[in-house]
């Protein structure tokens, strides 16, 4: 798991147990309300995150 998995991971955690505080969700349908969360934190980190630069090439290379 990378480190975008892990922070989404974290992320749709702690939505979910708001959620559940606020009567939100419950354990009956948390199965499939969690991985709709995952899915949308991690799609939201994927798609702001900075594209990587690229590599520079050497004095000769073209």
Do not use: H, W
């Amino acid at each position: 798991m990378d480190k975008d998995q892990k922070e989404a991971l974290q992320v749709a955690k702690e939505l979910t147990a708001k959620l559940i505080e606020c009567r939100t969700v419950s354990a009956a349908n948390i199965g499939d309300v969690f991985p709709s969360i995952y899915r949308i934190v991690l799609n939201t980190i994927l798609e702001s995150a900075p594209a990587e630069p690229k590599a520079k090439t050497r004095g000769g290379d073209k």
